[in-house]
C-alpha cells in the first residue's frame, strides 16, 4: 500500500536535505589538516661561551636535531680568537647585537640555548627581544652557564665561583694591551674536556680559541617585565671545574626556574653527551609548544 505524499512535503524535505548537506560540506571545509593542528616547530639558536666559537660547540647537538626536524641556528660572536679587525670594537654589546639580529630574522619562535658565557648573553638578548615582542623567545635554556642577576657581569660572577678552576695561577694568559685572555695549553684539556678521551679530547681541545676581555666586563641589564617573563630551564653539569656545579645551582636558585636538568658531565656537555643534551632539549621544546622530537 501506497502513501500519497503531498508536492508541498517533498519540497519541504528537499529543502532540509539541502541544508543538511549545505552544513556537512561547511563543515569539511572548515576541517583543518593535520600540518595545521601541529604546532610550528620553533627555531633553536646556539649561543657558545668564552674561547669557542659556533662551529666546535654546537656542531653536533645541532647536527642531530636536523635529523630529528628542527630548525637550528648557532651564532659566531665577534672577534673570535681575538681578531684584531674587530677586536678594539668589541663589547657584550657586540654579543647581544649578533644574537638579537639572528633572532629577530626568524619568523617563528625561538628557544635561546646559551652555553657558559653565552648564557649572559642569552639573557641580555631575551630581555631585549622581549621587550617589542613577548611571543618571541618562548624559552630560554642555560647548559652550564652563567645566570646574571640584573647588573651582573662575567667578571663579578667568576669571582663568586670559589669551586672554579678557571682563576687557578697558570690557567690564564692576558695580553699586553689587556684586550685578550688565552687558556694555557696544559690546562685546556682538564678544564674543557673533563671525561673525555682520544680524538673527542684532541677535537675538543684544538677548538679553544682566545677570548676578548671587555665582553667580560659588561653588565646585564635585566627587569622583572622583560626577561623575567621568559621561561628559564637549567641544564646542570656535575664535574664541571669551569663553571662548578654547586655555583650553578646557586645562580639558578635565585629564579623561578621551569624544570631542572643534570648531566653527569665536565663544562663540555654538547661534545661528551651529545644525545643527552638533544633528548633534554626536546623534552624542552615539548613542554612549551607541544612538540616532539621525532
Known amino acids: 500500500m501506497f502513501m500519497k505524499v503531498k508536492p508541498v512535503r517533498i519540497l519541504i524535505v528537499c529543502l532540509a536535505a539541502m541544508e543538511l548537506l549545505s552544513g556537512c560540506s561547511s563543515v569539511r571545509q572548515s576541517r583543518k589538516t593535520d600540518s595545521e593542528l601541529i604546532p610550528a616547530k620553533p627555531t633553536f639558536v646556539f649561543v657558545h661561551g668564552a674561547f669557542q666559537n ?5 656542531g653536533a647537538v645541532s647536527a642531530s636535531l636536523e635529523k630529528k626536524g628542527f630548525n637550528h641556528l648557532a651564532v ?30 626568524q619568523s617563528g ?10 648564557g649572559i648573553t642569552v639573557s641580555q638578548v ?22 646574571p642577576q640584573n647588573g651582573e657581569s662575567l667578571r663579578t660572577l667568576t669571582k663568586e ?21 688565552s687558556i694555557a695549553d696544559s690546562q685546556k684539556a682538564h678544564l674543557f674536556a673533563t671525561g673525555m678521551s682520544g680524538d673527542e679530547q684532541t677535537k675538543v681541545v684544538a677548538s679553544v680559541l682566545s677570548e676578548p676581555t671587555v665582553p667580560m666586563g659588561g653588565a646585564v641589564q635585566l627587569t622583572a617585565t622583560n626577561f623575567g617573563e621568559v621561561p628559564k630551564y637549567y641544564i646542570h653539569t656535575k664535574r664541571d671545574v669551569v663553571l662548578s656545579y654547586n655555583f650553578q645551582k646557586v645562580m639558578a636558585a635565585k629564579y623561578k626556574i621551569a624544570e631542572s636538568f643534570e648531566i653527569d658531565s665536565g663544562h663540555g656537555p654538547y661534545a661528551s653527551h651529545v644525545q643527552e643534551v638533544v633528548s633534554i632539549l626536546g623534552q624542552i621544546a615539548q613542554q612549551d609548544i607541544g612538540v616532539a622530537l621525532k
Open 109 to 118: 619562535s625561538v628557544i635561546l640555548v646559551g652555553h657558559s658565557f653565552g
Open 76 to 105: 659566531d660572536l665577534p672577534a673570535r680568537d681575538c681578531a684584531a679587525s674587530e677586536l678594539q670594537t668589541t663589547n657584550l654589546d657586540s654579543y647581544v647585537n649578533a644574537v638579537q639580529k639572528v633572532v629577530e630574522a
Open 161 to 181: 665561583d670559589k669551586e672554579s678552576l678557571l682563576g687557578q695561577k697558570g690557567t690564564l694568559s692576558v695580553s699586553e694591551d689587556k684586550r685578550c685572555v
Open 126 to 147: 631575551a630581555e631585549k627581544v622581549s621587550a617589542t615582542s613577548k611571543d618571541k623567545i618562548i624559552a630560554s635554556v642555560y647548559l652550564a652557564a652563567y645566570l
Open 54 to 58: 659556533a662551529a666546535s660547540t654546537w
